[in-house]
């Protein structure tokens, strides 16, 4: 199984790919797969703002649109474009939302990371306490 060390690795070059000419605020995001596989996005902004992706969701829609739907971690870091990650970098509001309509809150990891590593792991839960979820619309599957 990948450690979190190697999910940060894994968006940190993930990073390198976005597109950020606005904010220069450049973000990589690994999603890890409960079957060990992984899915990388990086943020995609656009002059109109709202339409911006950030790296989280941009994997997330990945892995839902090629069929996947059940996730164990992601790794986030974050850093203006020309340098590298020394802070950590946590997801939005939006994307923690998004991570709650497809992850069991109590085991999903929220992995942030910097250029050195893992810095902060949590569940999703941790991260987002109140969350809305499937389960607060009582729909049954």
């Known amino acids: ?59 997330f829609f990945k892995a839902v649109s090629e069929g996947e739907r059940d996730f164990a971690a992601i790794a986030v870091v974050g850093a203006y474009e020309a340098e590298e990650p020394e802070k950590i970098c946590a997801p939005c509001g939006v994307c923690r939302q998004v991570m709650m309509e497809f992850c069991d809150p109590d085991t999903f990891r929220v992995v942030l990371g910097t250029k050195d590593g893992v810095q902060v792991s949590q569940t999703l839960k941790e991260m987002l306490p109140y969350g809305f979820g499937p389960d607060v619309l009582n729909i049954k599957n």
């Open 1 to 59: 199984m990948i450690d979190e060390n190697e999910l940060v690795i894994r968006a940190l070059e993930a990073r390198k790919h976005a597109y950020v000419p606005y904010s220069h605020w450049a973000v990589g995001a690994a999603l890890l797969t409960k079957e060990g596989k992984i899915y990388e996005g990086c943020n995609i902004e656009n002059a109109a703002h709202t339409p911006t992706n950030c790296a989280e969701r941009t994997a």
